[in-house]
């Protein structure tokens, strides 16, 4: 007996030896379904990227400005700050805190930064 690669039902025993799905559709699924891992598997792989560059970028803030004092925002841009990793958010009396590995940083309205080392 042996089963469809895509929907796991038995394939009937007339099947050639070396066909190994129902039917072309189920052969086409199968494809796009392995693509579509693939993908996630690469998108969050490129997200720890950004998080890991993130926080380097914050660490040299950091090691240039000090820590808890405002940083205008259009810095950490200028070097490639991304904005959008983190490991979590959290919400401080209406100021939003991005965590990174090593630092994590308040987000101020007026488009300022304040770091803390954790
Ligand atoms: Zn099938």
Redesign the pocket.
């Known amino acids: 007996m042996k089963l469809?690669?895509?929907?796991?039902?038995e394939?009937p025993s007339w099947y050639a030896k070396n066909k190994w799905?129902?039917?072309e559709e189920?052969k086409e699924c199968r494809r796009l379904s392995k693509m579509k891992t693939s993908s996630s598997f690469y998108e969050s792989i490129k997200e720890s990227n950004n998080v890991l560059n993130d926080d380097i970028i914050i660490s040299k803030l950091a090691a240039q400005n000090g820590l808890n004092i405002f940083i205008d925002c259009d810095i950490p841009t200028s070097m490639g700050f991304t904005w959008k990793s983190y490991t979590k958010t959290e919400n401080k009396e209406g100021v939003t805190i991005y965590h990174l590995p090593s630092y994590s940083y308040e987000l101020f309205a007026d488009r300022k930064i304040k770091i803390y080392k954790k």
Request: hydrophobic fraction near 20%.
């Open positions: 469809c690669r895509y929907c796991n039902a394939l799905y129902h039917n189920d």
